[in-house]
Nanobody, 110 residues
Framework: QVQLVESGGGLVQPGGSLRLSCKAS????????MGWYRQAPGKERELVAV???????NYADSVKGRFTISRDNAKNMGYLQMNSLKPEDTAVYYC????WGQGTQVTVSS
């Protein structure tokens, strides 16, 4: 079956960086649209970044210039590089490609 497993979350200070990973099985990421979403406490899940099967990318305005979505086709993995993190980036981050991953917590705090 299709399964996505995120990793790389944690606690980071404002201005810091994290790289999230999404390991896929049962699905070829390069043939699908893959997205990273996040959900903060008390808020709806929102799209952060998306990469198409042709490699085109798009970002939420709130993360443009700070986050980068990418994919390693040989490893069948997706990534979200997050730089210049802000407290408002605190959320559970989910990978999506036809199914949802379980999420990984990102906390930005001093």
């Amino acid at each position: 079956q299709v399964q996505l497993v995120e990793s790389g979350g944690g606690l980071v200070q404002p201005g810091g960086s994290l790289r999230l990973s999404c390991k896929a099985s049962g699905i070829t990421l390069s043939l699908n649209i893959m997205g990273w979403y996040r959900q903060a406490p008390g808020k709806e899940r929102e799209l952060v970044a998306v990469i198409t099967n042709s490699g085109d990318t798009n970002y939420a305005d709130s993360v443009k210039g700070r986050f980068t979505i990418s994919r390693d086709n040989a490893k069948n993995m997706g990534y979200l590089q997050m730089n210049s993190l802000k407290p408002e980036d605190t959320a559970v981050y989910y990978c999506y490609a036809r199914v949802w991953g379980q999420g990984t917590q990102v906390t930005v705090s001093s």
